[in-house]
């Protein structure tokens, strides 16, 4: 075994123009989230119980899950994760939650205290109150600035991905002409920011999680990449995977997983299947991933305008980047 590593992202795509207070808020939070994964591996915790810490991010405003995500077309935020424990290869997911502080903890739960993998809506919202989960007003979730960007997006009739620009620089994004499609469909600026981690532990088991509120606009009942096995998250005996970014294309590109079968059925190694997937995969979408190994690797790719991302390792590497790798 080559010891524990850990990745986080914050969402691949970002806007070149963003100011860089925020990026630097950005590479505070994901070193932040970085240090708690240290510290829990240094005490020899499980991969599972590691990657959870993406309730850090929920709970932060500054990313698309939890506090902060995005709001639909009726305004509400609708938030789905999945997390998935290598060994066994054990999952759980949920969508469509409105009252759920900590979506990534209730998926854990359908994981450990249901006999199914995912549960969604009105079915995943009875489970998180006999489960006792905390929960909240949808209002919580809700913050002014993305209540003013789904305005600018139903004002341009579009989806909007970059609805983090503070209020009064719009122009930045929400004006700019993109050559990116959406099912054939244009869409404006890209900048998802979804939330993950992927860790291996030092016996050598990975794990993975993901979590977001989805899409600026998106029309009720929405669901992406993030809750699902194998497209936004997967986990197994070679490798732990979190994905992000334009979430119809990763779905099509079944995007985790094909990082998996490339390291068993072509035999490369992590940061070489990460690279073929991205190019060849991906069609036309814009997306990222991090992946860690059983070896105690750790990788990143993505083919769009930047991602927010940190990594570790136990031989004392470690990393916070937001722009070309």
């Known amino acids: 075994m080559g010891g524990w590593a850990i990745a986080v992202h914050g969402g691949a795509g970002v806007d070149p123009n963003l100011p860089l207070e925020r990026q630097e808020q950005a590479k505070q939070l994901l070193t932040r989230c970085l240090n708690l994964g240290i510290s829990a591996l240094r005490s020899d915790l499980p991969a599972i119980d590691v990657v959870e810490l993406v309730r850090e991010l929920e709970t932060d405003p500054f990313f698309n899950s939890g506090r902060g995500s995005a709001l639909n077309e009726n305004g509400r935020v609708e938030m789905e994760a999945s997390i998935m424990d290598g060994p066994k290869r054990r999952c759980g997911a949920v969508s469509g939650l409105s009252t759920v502080k900590n979506p990534i903890s209730l ?26 989960v905390e929960l909240v007003d949808n209002d919580y979730f809700i913050t002014e600035e993305n209540v003013g ?46 939330v993950g981690c992927v860790v291996v532990d030092s016996h050598g088991h990975c794990a993975a999680a993901t979590s977001t509120g989805g899409l600026m606009n998106k029309m009720t009942g929405r669901i992406g990449d993030s809750p699902l096995i194998g497209a936004g998250t997967y986990a197994c005996d070679l490798c732990g995977v979190s994905c992000t970014g334009e979430g119809e294309a990763i779905i099509r590109g079944t995007l985790a997983r094909e990082v998996a079968a490339v390291m068993e059925y072509k035999g490369l190694g992590l940061q070489e299947a990460v690279d073929f ?15 860690v190994s059983n070896k105690g690797e750790v990788a990143c790719g993505f083919n769009c305008c930047g991602m927010f991302r940190g990594s570790a390792t136990e031989d004392g590497f470690m990393e916070v980047g937001i722009w070309d790798q």
């Open 107 to 132: 998926a854990r739960l359908v994981m450990d205290k249901s006999p199914h993998s995912y549960l969604a809506f009105s079915g995943a919202e009875s489970f998180a109150r006999q489960q006792g």
């Open 149 to 194: 960007m789904l305005k600018l997006a139903k004002e341009a009739n579009t989806i909007l991905f970059d609805y983090r620009i503070p209020l009064g620089m719009e122009t930045c994004a929400a004006g700019v002409e993109s050559p990116i499609q959406m099912n054939g469909l244009p869409i404006s600026v890209y900048a998802p920011e979804t």
């Open 277 to 291: 997937v991205i190019k060849n995969r991906l069609d036309e979408g814009k997306a990222g991933l991090i992946a």
